[in-house]
């Protein structure tokens, strides 16, 4: 019986190098554009300029790209819409050209988030924003598609400033929440929006998959033998 459960635990063990891998999830955070492209290559940007007139996400989400966008019913307009055309006249929106205003609050304030859902998950994202002052503590928390958090990036720094993240241990982000953690609503807005989509997990090679069954039956002829063996010294 104990070779038996060590022969299960090699072919487990084996099962388990070939179809999974083991990682803890690494996300690098970035205050600096320059940084972020130099660390992750290639990216896409979206300007959100295929919106040509205010667009609200209050009430339902709104889809720009491979972003889906959902706020809550801020008290007060133009939070929680993409400006098209840009209104100079938001003290926090300074952006010349179409964008996103939106307000995110503290976790006493139930689902009163800002949330973003990729329809490809990602591995780095990052944008240029107006607004995050120090004082509200807000961060960006990155989950997975089993809702699992990967990571938070602060976003403290006030004016206008880069904030993005690469995620280095190959998770893939599904969806970001902001989240003002110290005080109250948080107002802020955002434009280009940068993001490198994940690739599709590889499929295990035809010589891999023949290797793995040569273990098992290697293993399974071993405990067969074993078996045998062990019979003929009874009967004998």
């Given at each position: 019986?104990?070779?038996?459960?060590?022969?299960?635990?090699l072919?487990?063990?084996?099962?388990?190098?070939?179809l999974?891998?083991?990682?803890?999830a690494?996300?690098?955070?970035?205050?600096?554009?320059?940084?972020?492209?130099?660390?992750?290559?290639?990216s896409?940007?979206?300007?959100?300029?295929?919106?040509?007139t205010?667009?609200?996400?209050?009430?339902?989400?709104?889809?720009?790209?491979?972003?889906?966008?959902?706020?809550?019913a801020?008290?007060?307009?133009p939070?929680n819409q993409?400006?098209?055309?840009a209104?100079?006249?938001?003290?926090?929106?300074?952006?010349?050209?179409?964008?996103?205003?939106?307000a995110?609050a503290?976790?006493?304030?139930?689902?009163e988030?800002?949330r973003?859902?990729?329809?490809?998950?990602?591995?780095?994202?990052?944008?240029?924003?107006?607004?995050?002052?120090?004082?509200?503590?807000?961060?960006?928390?990155a989950y997975?598609?089993?809702?699992?958090?990967?990571?938070?990036?602060?976003?403290?720094?006030?004016?206008?400033?880069?904030?993005?993240?690469?995620?280095t241990?190959?998770?893939?982000?599904?969806?970001?929440?902001?989240?003002?953690?110290?005080?109250?609503v948080?107002?802020?807005?955002?434009?280009?929006?940068?993001?490198?989509?994940?690739?599709?997990?590889p499929?295990?090679?035809?010589?891999?998959i023949?290797l793995?069954?040569?273990?098992?039956?290697?293993?399974?002829g071993?405990?067969?033998?074993?078996?045998?063996k062990?019979k003929?010294?009874e009967?004998?």
């Open positions: 019986m104990k070779h038996y459960f060590t022969t299960m635990l072919i487990g063990l084996l099962v388990g190098l070939v999974t891998k083991s990682a803890s690494v996300m690098i955070s970035y205050q600096n554009e320059g940084s972020w492209d130099t660390a992750v290559g290639a896409t940007t979206e300007d959100f300029n295929s919106i040509t205010d667009t609200s996400f209050r009430v339902n989400p709104v889809t720009v790209g491979s972003m889906t966008l959902t706020g809550w801020a008290p007060s307009l939070h993409i400006d098209s055309p209104d100079p006249t938001i003290a926090y929106s300074p952006f010349a050209t179409t964008h996103v205003n939106f995110s503290d976790s006493g304030d139930l689902g988030i800002f973003i859902d990729f329809s490809t998950s990602v591995i780095a994202w990052g944008a240029t924003f107006y607004g995050f002052e120090p004082n509200r503590g807000s961060i960006i928390t997975d598609a089993l809702d699992n958090s990967l990571g938070t990036a602060a976003a403290y720094s006030s004016g206008t400033s880069w904030l993005g993240f690469n995620l241990s190959g998770e893939k982000a599904s969806y970001l929440k902001f989240t003002s953690t110290l005080l109250g948080e107002n802020a807005a955002m434009d280009d929006a940068k993001f490198v989509a994940a690739t599709a997990d499929v295990p090679e035809p010589a891999t023949a793995f069954g040569i273990g098992l039956a290697g293993l399974a071993a405990e067969v033998r074993r078996r045998r062990k003929t010294v009967n004998s």
